[in-house]
């Protein structure tokens, strides 16, 4: 039996799964829906989970160990319902090992950092991780009803908010609000009531909102640069949060999601009030996908934070 070790990327957008085996060969790579716990229920997750890999045969192999790092996950009953589900996936025995964990700690290790370093996502949700020595912090990334600042979530709900201000006229309509509120269906300032009633915990709905927000941003919108700085500033208190809390010299931080990544004006801001923060501060993009490192942590037994 050839041994392999999954690795599950899940977040509130889309999930990516790799099986790899004892040398590090990817065996097999899929991507599929959603499995952020705080958008989906757990059987949703993990039947988004299941249909990634229902096509593989895995006659021959057998699953030694499993990382699942899911955005959500934060109480130890969010990795108890997980686990429990994911020990029944195809490939593991009685004997296999399942671990779930937030997706920030396979964020961190998506830049080859196993001890010392942080580790920042900014895609449909947040959150910054770090680890040195024997101590972690965690800053944000408590579920998008706290807020998520500095999300795509977060952008697109203050894009919403900016739309219907200039709706009612208490501030002044720019192309920005103007294209906001055609997307959503704003047509007079009363729509907001219906619209915010079908948008309500939509997550990934509200979230795809926020290139609108990234591009007028670019474009110099006063309202739509005004939401980037807000962010921005937010996404830097929590990596001065993780670089302070556990007393960094210097540090890497590796930046992980479409929209912490996106060239322009979010991205440079982003990086100018990290530098600020300290000079010290490495900030890199991932050296493998985020679902890759966690099947090195599957392979590796990295499993304690």
């Known amino acids: 039996m050839t041994k392999l070790y999954m690795g599950i990327d899940g977040g509130g957008t889309g999930t990516k799964l ?14 599929g829906d959603r499995t952020s716990v705080d958008t989906v229920s757990y059987d ?7 249909k990634i890999i229902e096509g593989f045969d895995f006659k021959g192999y057998e699953v030694m160990s499993v990382f699942a790092g899911l955005g959500g996950v934060v109480t130890k009953e969010h990795k108890d319902e997980m686990i429990s589900r994911l020990k029944t996936l195809p ?22 950092i196993f001890d010392n370093g942080m580790t920042l996502i900014v895609g449909t949700g947040m959150s910054a991780f770090g680890k040195h020595g024997n101590q972690t912090h965690k800053a944000g990334g408590w579920g998008f009803k706290e807020g998520d600042a ?15 201000r200039a709706k009612d006229m208490r501030i002044t309509a720019t192309d920005f609000t103007n294209e906001v509120s055609n997307v959503i269906g704003l047509k007079e300032a009363k729509d907001i009531i219906s619209i915010m009633d079908s948008l309500y915990l939509d997550r990934t709905k509200v979230a795809s909102f926020a290139p609108l927000v990234t591009k007028h941003a670019n474009l110099g919108d006063i309202h739509a640069m005004d939401i980037v700085n807000l ?14 809390t ?6 890497t931080l590796v930046v992980v999601g479409s929209l912490g990544n996106a060239k322009g004006v979010f991205k440079d801001l982003l990086h100018h009030k990290i530098k600020e923060t300290s000079p010290k501060i490495t900030i890199t993009e991932p050296k493998v996908d985020p679902g890759f490192a966690a099947a090195l942590l599957a392979l590796k ?4 934070k």
Not at 44 to 50: A, H, Q, R
Not at 231 to 244: D, N, P, R
């Open 18 to 31: 790799y099986l790899i085996d004892e040398d590090e060969n990817v065996v097999f790579q899929g991507e």
């Open 44 to 50: 949703v997750s993990f039947n988004n989970i299941l």
């Open 91 to 112: 490939g593991n025995t009685k004997n296999t090992i399942v671990v779930v964990e937030n997706d920030v700690i396979n964020a961190l290790a998506s830049g080859l």
């Open 150 to 164: 500095g999300s795509s979530f977060d952008l697109g709900l203050q894009a919403i908010k900016k739309a219907i």
């Open 231 to 244: 962010a921005t500033t937010e996404l830097m208190l929590c990596v001065q949060s993780i670089y302070k």
């Open 246 to 251: 556990l007393a960094f010299d210097e540090a």
């Open 301 to 304: 037994r990295s499993f304690t």
